[in-house]
């Protein structure tokens, strides 16, 4: 294990009773990540590999560590030079560039806040971050019109953007009113100096803003401070099982909180490299797993609809020796994609849950034997538990919402600092030193954790209480499901009633027969009276920007 992560935590235990036991984040005075781990690494090991990228164009690039610390003093430069100081708000939309790495550890060399974010936001998107987060800069890929258009379009109702940065490698774009990061780059001095006094920054000041994607509602904005990134310990040492020297994969775009997660913290904690392979908008299954192969990654890890495309593809054409170790997070993993991928591959994989507030909260860790479906354990920096509606802990067996028993003055590394500028929403789910995350669960006698749904999406037939999860991890089962969402549709008789909105596989066609050969499927694999009454073919599912089901729209057409 990397003798630079052991600064900051245990890292080597016996067993899985003596990591939750004594695991521990240490957190020093006035911890900067990118001065405290990628400086100090590029001064152990400048020349390291840091990160490894690629395109789907056929390009490569490979930055060692002391690249790295060379690339972020630029930016922090770059960015100072523009006029922005410790505590300045400034929005990234770069994909999966490698820009992106240099800016983001740059902004925490200066304190500057970063704020990721997606290329699909349209104008009003960007009007609704900029003005509720007084951004003064956006940087942007200059390979997305769209964005840029956007962008243009939103300046003029944003009275705080007076900065617009595009970031363009080949020096051979231009757009009026814009700033070239990469030519200005050339004219910037590279030793730029740690701030000190009132400019340097400490443990509690904000060093990222997320805008949640949430289901419904506006977005919230999600604060973490300079302490978020070694909490990502748990996440790389000991659900991710990153080593020194290995290559891990995350699939994730940079404006979603899962880059932080798999693609920048914990993994360069743990002295591994990150490798990024920067696709376009449309995702190729096979694409994806010639570069595991070509590049020998290690570990990986990727939500369920990656690996639902992996197990329709033959995986026997790949050569997937390199892998070590494979995850899954973002979506409740259903057991059929576990059980399939482990057959073609011999790769447990291990699911973990999470928030954009958080880092991992609950996984199948690495001293434990996963039971296909669960989320595993609480990890022991968190203090996780599952509560009835009266504040009970709940019995095994019995289903509650997931809490974290935490305070709003002293919370553990990792957890958000609140909803920025919302003080009544922070304090309508984090109040009487409880977290509520809003969603359901149960765990077994040997307290592993099972998913059941979001709070809002549980449904209550005829007195039971059905969770969506099991519904749909029945279905995909079936071969002739690609994707499904289960719903509740209001009924006279029941109070409610099962709905699934189901996208087929290739080569099934929606048809009365197919309709009840589901639902005869779902009766004899979980509980009968869980079948859906209703159910209906479409194309594809509504999905929020980051890739979430918006079961919340399904119910709401339902109703007109």
């Not at 200059?142 to 379009?153: G, M």
């Not at 080569?507 to 639902?519: R, V």
Request: include cysteine; charge should be negative; hydrophobic fraction near 35%.
């Amino acid at each position: 294990m990397s003798l630079l992560v052991n600064k900051y935590a245990k890292t080597d235990f016996t067993s899985c009773e003596d990591y939750f036991e004594n695991f521990h984040i240490n957190v020093p005075e006035n911890f900067n990540f990118a001065y405290d781990v990628i400086d100090e690494l590029a001064s152990t090991s400048p020349d390291k590999d840091a990160l490894v990228w690629c395109n789907d164009e056929g390009e490569e690039r490979t930055f060692s560590f002391a690249e790295m610390k060379k690339y972020s003093d630029l930016s922090a430069q770059f960015l100072k030079d523009q006029g922005l100081k410790k505590g300045d708000m400034v929005m990234l939309v770069l994909k999966r560039h490698y820009e992106f790495w240099w800016l983001i550890l740059g902004m925490h060399k200066l304190g500057v806040v970063g704020i990721p974010a997606t290329h699909l936001l349209m104008t009003k998107d960007i009007v609704y971050r900029c003005n509720a987060a007084d951004i003064k800069m956006v940087i942007a890929t200059a390979d997305n019109d769209h964005i840029l258009d956007c962008i243009d379009e939103a300046q003029a109702k944003c009275p705080t953007l007076t900065k617009k940065v595009f970031v363009d490698k080949s020096k051979k774009f231009s757009r009026d009113g814009w700033i070239d990061f990469h030519r200005e780059l050339d004219h910037t001095d590279e030793h730029f100096v740690r701030p000190t006094g009132a400019e340097a920054t400490q443990n509690n000041d904000i060093m990222l803003l997320y805008f949640t994607s949430g289901t419904s509602g506006m977005p919230k904005m999600v604060i973490h401070n300079f302490a978020y990134p070694l909490a990502h310990i748990a996440t790389a040492c000991f659900w991710q099982n990153i080593h020194k020297g290995g290559v891990h994969l995350t699939v994730a775009d940079t404006g979603w909180a899962k880059t932080a997660w798999g693609k920048l913290y914990g993994q360069w904690l743990c002295e591994a490299a990150i490798f990024v392979y920067d696709y376009s908008d449309k995702f190729k299954p096979a694409d994806l797993l010639h570069v595991i192969e070509k590049h020998r990654i290690t570990t990986f890890c990727a939500p369920p609809t990656i690996y639902r495309f992996f197990i329709k593809e033959d995986l026997t054409k790949y050569d997937l020796s390199s892998l070590e170790y494979a995850c899954v997070a973002g979506e409740p993993l259903n057991p059929e994609i576990y059980n399939q991928f482990y057959a073609a591959t011999g790769l447990k994989l291990m699911e973990g849950f999470g928030q954009t507030e958080l880092t991992i909260t609950i996984a199948n860790n690495i001293y434990m034997e996963p039971r296909p479906g669960s989320m595993g354990k609480p990890m022991p920096h968190y203090d996780v538990d599952i509560i009835d509606d009266e504040g009970n802990s709940c019995p095994p067996g019995k289903e509650g919402q997931i809490v974290l028993r935490a305070t709003r003055d002293n919370p553990p590394a990792g957890m958000f600092m609140g909803y920025y500028r919302d003080d009544e929403m922070t304090n309508s789910v984090w109040h009487d030193g409880l977290y509520y995350t809003g969603d359901v669960a149960w765990k077994d006698e040997d307290g592993y954790y099972w998913f059941v749904g979001r709070a809002d999406d549980v449904i209550k037939s005829s007195g039971y209480r059905i969770g969506p999860f099991e519904v749909e991890s029945a279905l995909m089962e079936h071969p002739a499901v690609l994707e499904t969402a289960i719903t509740a549709v209001p009924d006279e008789l029941r109070g409610q009633v099962v709905k699934a909105t189901i996208v087929l596989a290739k080569g099934y066609t929606p048809s009365e027969e197919l309709k009840k050969e589901l639902q005869n499927h779902v009766k004899h694999t979980t509980a009968p009276y869980k079948y859906p009454r209703i159910v209906e073919f479409v194309d594809e599912l509504p999905k929020t920007i980051s890739g979430k089901i918006r079961r919340v729209q399904i119910r709401e057409e339902d109703k007109n």
